[in-house]
């Protein structure tokens, strides 16, 4: 299994710019998590998913949108990007099988926004 | 989700035990003590999780104190890549939580 992969690992964009970032899994989870990371902190919640379909807010999820077409995938999408976007991105999954104890992490994503 | 309080960083000399520790002091009776770690540059880590009872894995041991307001995870034999920050969360284990990341304590194995 490749576990929770994260695409892309890097990205710069300027002001105003769009993309998506994209997380998969092969491990058949339920749940899906976006968080961000900024220097010296800890994760911060953005959105997750309880299913294929469904979305709903963390704790900062104002300048992001997310949608999960499929189980294996979560996509975080910026619309506009704004400095205050630049931050490391994770992603995050667990299963209902083990309890939810145990959530399984991406790489990560760098993104700097100019 | 009940606040966590750790000291912000420890050493720890390569070979002997670690031991950090998490203060809790709100902890309601349903939450768990959950402890990840994070190399750096790394995504977050699961190591161990506890109600009451201690445990022990093939990664470390956690220690949750009777009253549950503070715990201690032990990691035995520190290697310099457990080099690491350790954060101690504690949440209530319902589908769909989520992970709440404070500050977590800094650990730095040194030869």
């Known amino acids: 299994n490749a576990g929770v992969t994260q695409t892309p690992k890097f990205r710069v964009l300027k002001t105003g710019q769009s993309m998506t970032l994209l997380c998969a899994q092969d491990?058949?989870?339920?749940?899906m998590y976006w968080y961000r990371q900024d220097p010296g902190m800890g994760l911060r919640l953005i959105h997750y998913?309880?299913?294929?379909?469904?979305?709903a807010k963390g704790e900062v999820p104002d300048g992001y949108n997310v949608s999960r077409l499929k189980k294996q995938n979560f996509l975080l999408g910026l619309e506009s990007a704004a400095p205050s976007q630049t931050s490391v991105y994770f992603c995050?999954?667990?299963?209902?099988?083990?309890?939810?104890?145990?959530?399984?992490f991406g790489p990560g994503t760098r993104l700097t926004v100019l | 989700d009940a606040k966590t309080t750790q000291p912000t960083s420890m050493d720890c000399a390569e070979g002997r035990a670690a031991n950090l520790p998490c203060n809790h002091s709100?902890?309601?009776?349903?939450?768990?003590v959950y402890w990840y770690r994070q190399i750096h540059s790394q995504g977050p880590q699961y190591i161990i999780h506890?109600?009451?009872n201690n445990e022990t894995n093939e990664m470390a041991s956690l220690i949750i104190t009777e009253d549950r307001k503070s715990s201690t995870l032990i990691l035995p034999h520190a290697t310099l890549r457990d080099t690491a920050v350790y954060y101690c969360?504690?949440?209530?284990?319902?589908?769909?939580?989520?992970?709440?990341f404070g500050g977590g304590t800094r650990l730095m194995v040194k030869p």
């Open positions: 506890g109600l009451k």
């Open positions: 709100t902890i309601s009776g349903n939450e768990y």
């Open positions: 998913s309880v299913g294929e379909g469904t979305t």
């Open positions: 995050a999954s667990v299963t209902r099988t083990s309890g939810y104890n145990e959530q399984f």
């Open positions: 491990m058949n989870h339920e749940y």
């Open positions: 969360i504690v949440r209530v284990d319902n589908a769909g939580n989520m992970l709440t």
